[in-house]
């Protein structure tokens, strides 16, 4: 079983910056892939960006969010920069057992209960 808590989310201007922390417990979190998500107010999760080997985002984070993770802290990061009003939402991450990422919600085993991120204009 895997745990994970987010941390990071918070109010920030447009234009701003914040990081994104997600915490695992488990000694296999090295080979699980790690994934972040987003649900704004009014719609449905959707997909950000997530890190198997590589890292994999979608077109809204391009350029702007970055993945990393820190297999020694069990710990995977989501850097984003030029916040933006529509970036605001609550931001889960999770997991699946396997490297291989993928963007749609339904193939991750373990999801965090989420930070929320608030970007005013």
Excluded at 6 to 23: D, K, Q, Y
Excluded at 58 to 66: L, M, P, Q, W, Y
Aim: aromatic letters at 10%; a positive charge; one cysteine or more.
């Amino acid at each position: 079983q895997v745990q994970l808590v987010e941390s990071g989310g918070g109010l920030v201007r447009a234009g701003g910056s914040l990081r994104l922390s997600c915490a695992a417990s488990g000694r296999t979190f090295s080979s699980y892939a790690v994934g972040w998500f987003r649900r704004a107010p009014g719609k449905e999760r959707e997909f950000v960006a997530a890190i198997g080997g590589n890292g994999v985002y979608a077109d809204s984070a391009k350029g702007r969010f970055t993945i990393s993770r820190d297999n020694a802290k069990n710990t995977v990061f989501l850097q984003m920069n030029s916040l933006q009003p529509e970036d605001t939402a609550a931001y889960f991450c999770a997991a699946r057992r396997t490297l291989m990422v993928v963007s749609t919600t339904l193939d991750w085993h373990y999801w965090g209960q989420g930070t929320q991120v608030i970007v005013s204009s």
